[in-house]
Nanobody
Framework: QVQLVDSGGRLVQAGGSLRLSCAASGRTFSRYAMGWFRQPPGKEREFVAAINWSGSNTYYADSVKGRFTISRDNAENTVYLQMNSLKPEDTAVYYC???????????????????WGQGTQVTVSS
C-alpha cells in the first residue's frame, strides 16, 4: 500500500505562482511514475502533468505547457508541481497520483494510476 499526501494549495491572484507537493510513503517511491490531475468546479477530473520514475521524462497537458513544471526528489519521496503565471481557469482541486507498475513511463489516463492523494485546493482570483 502507498499513501500520498498533497499540500500547498491556497488562494492566489492571477499571474502568481504556487508550488504543490506530494509526499509519498509505503513503498520504493523512486521506482514509480507519478502524475498530477485536477478537477475544476463542476467538471471532470483532468490530466495536468506526469513524470517517469527517474525524472528524465515529463509530459504536460496543452493548457499548462510552458507554465507548470513537474519534478521529483526521490531522496525525499516527494513530487512537486511548480505553477507559474496562474490563471483563474487553473482553479481546481489538484491531486497527485502514483502508478502501480515499476519502472513505468509517463501516463495521462486516470486508469493508469493506482494510488491517489486526498487533493489540495488551488483558487486563482482575477
Amino acid at each position: 500500500q502507498v499513501q500520498l499526501v498533497d499540500s500547498g494549495g491556497r488562494l492566489v491572484q492571477a499571474g502568481g505562482s504556487l508550488r504543490l507537493s506530494c509526499a509519498a510513503s509505503g513503498r520504493t517511491f523512486s521506482r514509480y511514475a507519478m502524475g498530477w490531475f485536477r478537477q475544476p468546479p463542476g467538471k471532470e477530473r483532468e490530466f495536468v502533468a506526469a513524470i517517469n520514475w527517474s525524472g528524465s521524462n515529463t509530459y504536460y497537458a496543452d493548457s499548462v505547457k510552458g507554465r507548470f513544471t513537474i519534478s521529483r526528489d526521490n531522496a525525499e519521496n516527494t513530487v512537486y508541481l511548480q505553477m507559474n503565471s496562474l490563471k483563474p481557469e487553473d482553479t481546481a482541486v489538484y491531486y497527485c497520483a502514483a502508478r502501480g507498475r515499476e519502472w513505468g513511463g509517463v501516463a495521462t489516463r486516470e486508469p493508469d494510476y493506482d494510488y491517489w492523494g486526498q487533493g489540495t485546493q488551488v483558487t486563482v482570483s482575477s
